[in-house]
């Protein structure tokens, strides 16, 4: 027997699905035409570089001589649109290696030719991974902001740390304007 | 149509053929304009949105390199303009938006109207509902509850997990909910209370039919 509120969401469902009408033609097509020919041409396609992930070649680890922690380098450039499933990496190809008993610094890199205002940048976690600072493990699975980016390389640093041994992927999204981009950075915390 | 059709229409349309793009987004205009319509101060306002929105496409067309089907692609820079446009207005809109109260006292008070202009009267109440709800839960409801998008083409659309979309979904249905129970007397959509009018099952959105 359905509950209450299932009843009440297939109602609704059923009332949203009678919106679903084709709507008189008016003089949409004329007027678009109108403001299509006003717009001009297409504009050019913006020159982003795309790099790829140096997944080709071991990664670059650099350990301080601290020993407290150890950087990564995961590169990803801004390029077009929704999900590029060709531009995952492979699952047996890790950015990076860490120690659970450290804390790793996550260099991700968004290289654009062109210096953009404002760029949407999201990073999420696993939940075998968490957000450092401070001394200490942040609650939070995922961090979103927005940021300028120069023309060139944008080097945005992120401190985590693994709480065990496995293969985690760190989600990375951007967004600038109508452009966004999905990528993930594969890293493989070992014991020690 | 055929992919090499496609292919070549969208060639043709980055190159400037306005003729070309008309007959590439001829197919999704009935989608744009009603998605367009969850998004406007009005109805009035809707074409012009919607034709502000394929204008941008347009000319953001060399944008596509076939990485995605052309009409999640579409369709996602359809929502980024509607989403620009509803946040561009948000200072003005509370002034500019008629309230939900109206209908409900006129409904009240006035005439029983027949089945056609109740009928009419109910689209036009959830419109006006829809277009309060956060923008980030209407486009999903919109695009899965009324234009029958599976959950997997909503999520390549907002660029967000299945998850996501399922949560979005339900809390912009909660809120829509709330929304028409503040306007609208309880029996007038309590369940069993009526069909809605002209319910016809083979108009429900693909992902009905196939019951998921």
């Known amino acids: 027997m359905s509950s209450p509120s299932e009843n009440e969401d297939h109602d609704l469902r059923a009332r949203l699905r009678q919106l679903r009408v084709d709507p008189p033609p008016r003089d949409f097509g004329a007027t678009l035409r109108q403001r299509l020919v006003e717009a001009g041409p297409p504009l050019p396609a913006p020159r982003w570089r795309r790099l790829h992930l140096p997944f080709d070649r071991a990664p670059r680890l650099a350990w301080p001589a601290a020993g407290i922690a150890l950087g990564a380098a995961a590169f990803f450039a801004l390029s077009l649109l929704q999900p590029k499933p060709e531009r995952v990496a492979p699952a047996t190809t890790v950015a990076a290696i860490l120690p659970a008993t450290k804390i790793a610094v996550v260099r991700i890199n968004l290289s654009a030719e062109l210096a953009v205002d404002s760029a949407w940048i999201r990073v999420t976690l696993p939940p075998e991974l968490s957000f450092w600072a401070d001394g200490r493990a942040l609650p939070q699975r995922s961090f979103e902001w927005t940021q300028p980016l120069r023309s060139g390389d944008n080097e945005i640093p992120i401190a985590v740390r693994g709480q065990r041994p496995g293969r985690y992927r760190i989600a990375v999204n951007a967004r600038i304007g109508d452009e966004q981009v999905q990528d993930e950075v594969l890293l493989e915390v070992v014991a020690g | ?212």
């Open chain 2, 1 to 212: 149509m055929h992919r090499e059709d496609l292919d070549a229409l969208i060639g043709h349309a980055q190159e400037g053929d306005i003729r070309a793009f008309e007959a590439l987004v001829a197919g999704h205009l009935p989608l744009v304009r009603r998605f367009a319509r969850a998004f406007a101060v009005s109805d009035a306002d809707a074409d012009d949105l919607a034709q502000e929105a394929l204008v941008r496409v347009y000319k953001h067309l060399r944008l596509f390199r076939y990485q995605a089907s052309f009409s999640s692609w579409l369709y996602a820079l359809v929502r980024n303009a509607f989403l620009d446009a509803e946040k561009g207005r948000a200072g003005t809109r509370r002034t500019r938006e008629e309230p939900l109260g109206v209908e409900h006292e006129e409904r009240a008070g006035g005439v029983r109207p027949d089945d056609a202009l109740e009928r009419a009267q109910d689209e036009e109440r959830l419109w006006r509902a829809l277009r309060q709800v956060p923008i980030e839960f209407r486009s999903a409801v919109v695009l899965f509850d009324i234009e029958g998008c599976t959950y997997d083409e909503v999520a390549t659309i907002e660029g967000v997990a299945v998850g996501t979309v399922k949560s979005r979904l339900h809390r912009g249905r909660a809120h829509l909910r709330g929304l028409l129970e503040a306007i609208e007397p309880r029996a007038a959509h309590s369940a069993g209370a009526r069909s809605p009018p002209g319910t016809d099952v083979s108009a429900a959105p693909s992902h009905l039919r196939r019951g998921s």
